[in-house]
Nanobody, 122 residues
Framework: VQLQASGGGLVQAGGSLRLSCAAS????????VGWFRQASGKEREFVAA????????YYADSVKGRFTISRDNAKKTGYLQMTSLTPEDTAVYYC????????????????WGQGTQVTVSS
């Protein structure tokens, strides 16, 4: 499966953005969708994940209550709605797909998109 992330940009602190992850090839509904991010000089970290039909969702503690992961299997697209953004959320955001039902660790994700930059100004 191929993934294309989009929706990043520059936003002021307190603002919102919605990232999209468009998939092509494969049966999208058979993959968990995950979002990860990597800030400059830091390791890539887990942000959120949704199981095959989003019956289960998981969030990093740092984004819980502010970010919402969702998916539209008919459109083969995953989403990450981000609200109350802070400068600490500045990073390149990657979407990924995994055949594992409840995948959360990055090692479980064999398919990755190219990343989209999110910059939050103070």
């Amino acid at each position: 499966v191929q993934l294309q992330a989009s929706g990043g940009g520059l936003v002021q602190a307190g603002g919102s953005l919605r990232l999209s992850c468009a998939a092509s090839g494969g049966d999208f509904s058979s993959y968990s969708v995950g979002w990860f991010r990597q800030a400059s000089g830091k390791e890539r970290e887990f942000v959120a994940a949704a199981s095959w039909s989003a019956e289960s969702t998981y969030y990093a503690d740092s984004v819980k209550g502010r970010f919402t992961i969702s998916r539209d299997n008919a459109k083969k697209t995953g989403y990450l709605q981000m609200t109350s953004l802070t400068p600490e959320d500045t990073a390149v955001y990657y979407c990924a797909a995994s055949p594992v039902f409840n995948a959360r660790a990055s090692s479980w994700y064999p398919y990755w998109g190219q990343g989209t930059q999110v910059t939050v100004s103070s």
